[in-house]
């Protein structure tokens, strides 16, 4: 090949190279920006009413772990300790209780998959769904007795409530002078049933961190 026709070459040789090399970047340029990931804050609970509610207790929820660290950390005015429950003749359960202001706030019991089974509310400032507090009669509280079923094992003589809306929670009743087991008669329930503690359970399926 002659100088003369390398040289006529040259310029499209260049542009060959140049233009796949501009199309690229202005492709990378109409790319919409990668959204960054989105960090939800939980915030600790320092004191006042704590709620039970369908998706958790207070900053507890169903992504939070049975986990000592994790829970001091979320309840850093409390004595938070782990112990265990004796009951029954099976092996003793671990749970941690949660203590504040020298009145026992929460016990959390552990599935066998190591996630947090339940949260138990039976002291303090405690609110259930719709604002109730402990203590609160049953005839005040919009129940019929067909969304009650008598207690069992630990909660034996007791009665436990769930609204359709929020059945992550059970309401647990007592009923002063009941021990012929089952659901007392409603005359019973309205006279004498008070609400005694708030039990929280996760959803099924929910995603819970690791011990």
């Known amino acids: ?28 340029g109409a790319e919409p920006d990668a959204k960054a990931p989105v960090a939800v804050a939980v915030a600790p609970y320092a004191g006042g009413p704590l709620t039970v509610g369908k998706d958790g207790v207070g900053p507890i929820s169903g992504a939070t772990a049975f986990d000592l660290p994790t829970l001091k950390a979320l309840f850093p005015k409390a ?46 400032d405690i ?48 009923v002063p002078g009941w021990t012929k087991g089952g659901v007392p008669p409603e005359a019973v329930l309205k006279a004498k049933g008070q609400l005694n503690a708030l039990v929280w ?3 099924e399926g929910a995603a819970v961190g690791a011990a």
């Not at 066998?112 to 303090?124: F, P, Q």
């Not at 007795?145 to 359709?164: H, L, S, Y």
Request: aromatic share 6%; with cysteine; net charge neutral.
């Open 79 to 124: 004595k938070v300790e782990q112990a265990f429950l004796h009951f029954g003749e099976g092996p003793p359960q671990p749970i941690i209780n949660v203590e504040q202001d020298n009145t026992p706030l929460l016990e959390i019991g552990k599935t066998d998959e190591g996630a947090i089974a339940y949260v138990a509310a039976s002291g303090g």
């Open 1 to 28: 090949m002659t100088l003369r026709r390398i040289l006529l070459a040259l310029p499209f040789v260049l542009l060959a190279a140049c233009g796949p090399a501009k199309k690229d970047e202005a492709a990378k």
């Open 201 to 203: 359970r996760p959803a």
């Open 127 to 174: 609110r259930g769904p719709k604002g109730e507090q402990l203590l609160a009669k049953w005839a005040d509280l919009g129940f019929t007795v067909d969304q009650c079923r008598a207690g069992q094992g630990r909660e034996i003589n007791q009665v436990i409530c769930v609204r359709p809306e929020a059945a992550t929670v059970s309401y647990v009743f007592g």
